[in-house]
């Protein structure tokens, strides 16, 4: 390999080694030659802490260095999960050490004095294999989210493939993202990368139960705890014990609770209501909001210390209108999905239908587009869809964009008081059910009321079934 022979960019590099000169002359060489990104540590704990602040694809380390040396540096890098490669420098003469290195772990050594071209050859190699792990990685990523998810968005790929990284290690994850846009489908992927796939996988949705009930929920309960409590219960967390526990809309969690899962997540055990008696419990959680929880964290609405406990890993899934390109593919599905369901025969879509969908802000994301689909093929007529009800859709998405104010009240400008209250209301009422995609529970959760209140409210207003492009509860 000559000098000229570029190594194309790729991952952030680490130097290790005790002499500055060495550490400058390798970074310069791989910055002006290999145009790569290089940062340096004098010795193996510094190197360490390097990488617990960042990520590096390759490790350049000397072996001999004061307070760690480079064998022991290269086992603790190849115990960490996704390790870097790792490439030794060794005296000439020592190469028997630089074979001991490899055992230990290290993918390839070169000489010092070093040779430039060998160095390049040698980084060259090393820098081909992490980009090749780091496609499978994609890959395995890509066809993992794809069995919950349907995508062509790269920011949907980068997610898919942290999802791969961290399915694996047993650590809390906290996934966030609007209402609608697959959350809970992101944390089955998580499962199925996990060791603990084959074990148990519950969900508790904390916003669906009263305080006491969730109480005893969550962590079990014993006979006679309270009124009603006529056999012992476990709770979820002794349930999914060896497993996973996905905790959804976690910011609806009350405080007292969100001390006692703190406690968890600290101790490893959990008291079941009407005992002191402490459960070792071995839960993977996972937790998911639409909410900002630095924000009710600022609020005094969300403890601190269990924000942090809860947000190890943070996977946001972005919402639809910033990744218009997975639009085609996912009504594609839909109108398939729906078409059968309905037997409607084949499908004709409208010239510039595929179009308007993506142009579309869709605030309730892809269950508000499934929901609206829903509605079109349901209503179809001889195998044609309604571009009418998809006007209606469209206007009902961009009011509820635009906030629950706007158009509500405008369109009867010269009414009376009564009429205007009833418009805003309607409106009200509107942009919840398009922001919670149809669901109703999910939509009177929105607006503060009962669901029951909710119905009469929809029959008030001629809501009820599929009028204003909304989906049959």
Not at 192 to 207: G, K, T, V
Not at 292 to 303: Q, S
Request: proline content about 4%; aromatic content about 4%.
């Amino acid at each position: 390999m000559s000098r000229d022979s570029a190594v194309p960019a790729g991952p952030r590099v680490l130097v290790v080694d005790d002499d500055a000169g060495v550490r400058f002359t390798l970074r310069e060489t791989l910055t002006s030659t290999a145009q790569l990104e290089v940062d340096e540590a004098a010795d193996g704990e510094a190197a360490l802490q390097a990488m617990a602040e960042r990520a590096y694809g390759l490790v350049i380390t000397d072996l001999r260095m004061p307070r760690m040396d480079g064998m022991q540096l290269v086992r603790r890098i190849h115990a960490m999960p996704h390790a870097p490669r790792v490439i030794v420098i060794t005296a000439h003469g020592s190469e028997r050490f630089a074979v001991e290195a490899i055992k230990a772990g290290a993918y390839d050594y070169f000489r010092k004095p070093f040779d430039v071209d060998e160095l390049l050859a040698v980084v060259s190699r090393a820098l081909e294999a992490v980009r090749l792990r780091m496609d499978n990685e994609r890959l395995a990523g890509e066809l993992n989210l794809s069995r919950s998810m349907v995508f062509a968005a790269e920011s949907m790929s980068r997610l898919a493939q942290l999802v791969q990284r961290a399915g694996p290690r047993d650590v809390t994850v906290l996934v966030t993202g609007e209402s609608g846009t697959g959350k809970e489908r992101v944390a089955e992927a998580l499962v199925r990368a996990s060791p603990r796939a084959a074990r148990p996988y519950l969900r508790f949705n904390c916003a669906s139960l009263t305080e006491d009930l969730a109480e005893a929920e969550l962590f079990g309960h014993t006979k006679g705890a309270f009124t009603g409590a006529h056999r012992e219960r476990a709770g979820l967390f002794r349930e999914a014990d060896g497993g996973t526990l996905l905790l959804d809309e976690v910011g609806e969690l009350a405080s007292t609770l969100q001390a006692r899962l703190l406690r968890v997540l600290q101790e490893g055990e959990v008291r079941p209501v009407g005992t002191d008696r402490p459960v070792k419990v071995d839960v993977r959680i996972l937790a998911a909001t639409h909410r900002d929880l630095r924000k009710l964290v600022a609020e005094g609405r969300f403890r601190e210390d269990l924000f942090y406990r809860l947000n190890v890993v943070h996977l946001r899934v972005p919402a639809l209108r910033e990744r218009p390109e997975d639009i085609p593919v996912l009504a594609r599905m839909f109108l398939d999905r729906f078409r059968d369901r309905f037997h409607t025969g084949p499908l004709k879509v409208p010239s510039g239908f595929i179009e308007r969908l993506s142009s579309m802000p869709w605030p309730g994301n892809v269950r508000e587009l499934e929901n609206t689909l829903e509605s079109l093929v349901a209503l179809s007529s001889d195998g044609e869809l309604d571009m009418e009800l998809l006007q209606r859709a469209e206007t009902t998405a961009t009011t509820a964009a635009r906030g629950p104010s706007a158009g509500a009240v405008d369109s009867v400008a010269g009414a009376g008081l009564k009429e205007r209250v009833e418009a805003y209301e309607r409106g009200l009422v509107l942009d919840a059910m398009a922001l919670a995609g149809g669901n109703r529970s999910e939509a009177a959760r929105r607006l503060g009321i009962g669901r029951a209140t909710l119905h009469d409210k929809l029959r008030k207003y001629g809501l009820d079934g599929t009028e204003e492009g909304g989906a049959p509860a």
